[in-house]
């Protein structure tokens, strides 16, 4: 096995590769590594196991000592060895035998629905950053990541009365539409809803007190006050 010296280069060389064991970044005369002198390069355990991230398709892959790795190829991102990393999912600590996790992975995992979004925590006074199915989080980064779900903020538009107003329900009752057409709620007052441009579940038609309707975007609703005789 080649000495680890012979194999670092201190001084500028035109054919000099580099490459990144664990974070930090290395350089080379030698095309060809194998699993064994990757890890005697980076003063990394002999016993450990050695994976090689890739940057297409997003799936590591395990270097045996014997293996040799073509470090001109295209596509490396660096190496690492496989040590189980801890994370947290709204309170709960679960670890991780990868360097990088999916947004489908922490779904899978914290049973987080579908119609949730997932967010991971960032210090502040930066936004936490939402995190898509696809989206990858590096979890060898220093400290534990933290993430966490909420429901998607259901933000449409409808008209009341000619105005256009924004409503984050799923549904309206006879009551919503009076508060937003401000029209007072009492036992003097008999008020006619009508709504058009609605879901399939109900696509137009008439709301007394009690009804409750689906909310479609540009949803239109009409309340005509009319007093009692």
């Given at each position: 096995?080649?000495?680890?010296?012979?194999?670092?280069?201190?001084?500028s060389?035109?054919?000099?590769?580099?490459?990144?064991v664990?974070?930090?970044?290395?350089?080379?005369?030698?095309?060809?590594?194998?699993?064994?002198?990757?890890?005697?390069?980076?003063?990394?355990?002999?016993?450990?196991?050695?994976?090689?991230?890739?940057?297409?398709?997003?799936?590591?892959?395990?270097?045996?000592?014997?293996?040799?790795?073509?470090?001109?190829?295209?596509?490396i991102?660096?190496?690492?060895?496989?040590?189980?990393?801890?994370?947290?999912?709204?309170?709960?600590?679960?670890?991780?035998?990868?360097?990088?996790?999916?947004?489908?992975?922490?779904?899978?995992?914290?049973?987080?629905?579908?119609?949730?979004?997932?967010?991971?925590?960032?210090?502040?006074?930066?936004?936490?950053?939402?995190?898509?199915?696809?989206?990858?989080?590096d979890?060898?980064?220093?400290?534990?990541?933290?993430?966490?779900?909420?429901?998607?903020?259901?933000?449409?538009?409808?008209?009341?009365?000619?105005?256009?107003?924004?409503?984050?329900?799923p549904?309206?009752?006879?009551?919503?539409?009076?508060?937003?057409?401000?029209?007072?709620?009492?036992?003097s007052?008999?008020?006619?809803?009508?709504?058009?441009?609605?879901?399939?579940?109900?696509?137009?038609?008439?709301?007394?007190?009690?009804?409750?309707?689906?909310?479609?975007?540009?949803?239109?609703?009409?309340?005509?006050?009319?007093?009692?005789?």
């Amino acid at each position: 096995m080649e000495n680890s010296n012979n194999n670092q280069v201190h001084g500028s060389c035109d054919n000099q590769l580099s490459i990144t064991v664990e974070g930090i970044l290395y350089k080379t005369q030698q095309q060809y590594l194998t699993g064994a002198q990757i890890k005697e390069l980076a003063n990394l355990p002999a016993l450990s196991k050695l994976y090689m991230t890739n940057s297409t398709p997003w799936k590591d892959t395990a270097i045996s000592d014997e293996e040799k790795v073509d470090l001109a190829r295209l596509g490396i991102e660096g190496f690492y060895i496989k040590k189980n990393l801890k994370f947290i999912i709204d309170c709960t600590e679960y670890e991780w035998d990868k360097q990088y996790i999916t947004g489908s992975e922490i779904r899978q995992l914290g049973n987080i629905p579908q119609d949730a979004q997932v967010f991971l925590s960032i210090l502040g006074p930066y936004d936490d950053e939402l995190i898509n199915d696809g989206d990858r989080v590096d979890l060898a980064r220093p400290g534990i990541e933290r993430f966490y779900f909420k429901a998607k903020e259901l933000i449409v538009s409808i008209f009341v009365n000619g105005k256009e107003i924004p409503f984050t329900k799923p549904k309206i009752s006879y009551e919503d539409v009076l508060t937003l057409a401000r029209i007072p709620i009492n036992d003097s007052t008999v008020c006619t809803v009508t709504y058009a441009k609605g879901p399939s579940q109900n696509p137009s038609g008439e709301m007394s007190k009690g009804d409750i309707v689906f909310v479609k975007n540009k949803m239109v609703f009409n309340a005509t006050p009319t007093n009692r005789s």
